[in-house]
């Protein structure tokens, strides 16, 4: 259970949050002093500078001795790197996991649809065969690189910089479950038969062999 000063700065967050929010202020915006958010909020100064520590401690905002503190660009990278982290020792379900991946795909698709070039789909075929024909360290080695390369592609080739910046969870997905050897090759013919909807133009094609090719996470292979 959170302690008191833990609610007072969570609640001191949340105030300053819903300030920016409200008052619509953008990147770089200077904040208004410890001083006036005290008299603004009705809180304690230490209530204040324990949210504005929290707020530059998640990379929301900086702060310099001439220019005050002001909203800065959130490093999304680093992010990803926090939320995969919390996400791989968290106790969520795999299924939980499942699902989120299989929203972020299927939601790709449909961003890439109308902009992928002939040379990004020789880059996604290059990295669809991630089949494997025997258990060698070397081959599981060379599976798991190519499948996670082939779906990370997907996520650039979007060119959405949230997404590209959280490519990295899909490391979570692959290293959550082990595809046998039979089960590897199934999986590169899907990915080369999305490559294949994805330079037909045909949406709905691939949103349905994605979907088969994730939901097969469920019954323990890809």
Do not use: W
Not at 51 to 67: A, C, D, N, Q
């Amino acid at each position: 259970m959170k302690n008191g000063n833990s609610n007072k700065t969570d609640q001191s967050i949340d105030r300053i949050l819903s300030y920016l929010i409200e008052h619509k202020l953008k990147l770089n915006d200077k904040l208004p002093s410890e001083e006036e958010l005290t008299e603004l909020f009705g809180v304690s100064r230490v209530s204040v500078r324990e949210g504005l520590r929290g707020l530059k401690f998640l990379g929301l905002v900086e702060s310099s001795t001439r220019g005050g503190t002001r909203i800065r660009q959130v490093d999304f990278s680093i992010l990803s790197r926090v939320l995969g982290f919390q996400i791989a020792v968290s106790d969520l379900s795999y299924f939980q996991l499942l699902e989120a991946r299989l929203s972020i795909e299927l939601g790709v698709l449909d961003i890439i649809i109308d902009k992928i070039t002939p040379q990004q789909l020789d880059e996604l075929r290059a990295l669809a065969d991630c089949a494997r024909y025997d258990d060698t360290p070397e081959e599981i080695e060379r599976n798991y690189h190519r499948d996670c390369e082939f779906h990370r592609k997907l996520l650039e080739i979007s060119e959405n910089q949230v997404l590209i910046a959280f490519s990295n969870l899909l490391e979570i997905f692959f290293t959550r479950r082990s595809a046998s050897a039979e089960a590897s090759q199934a999986g590169a013919r899907e990915h080369f038969q999305i490559v294949e909807a994805l330079e037909t133009g045909n949406l709905e094609l691939a949103r349905g062999i994605m979907r088969s090719h994730l939901r097969k996470y469920k019954e323990g292979g890809k």
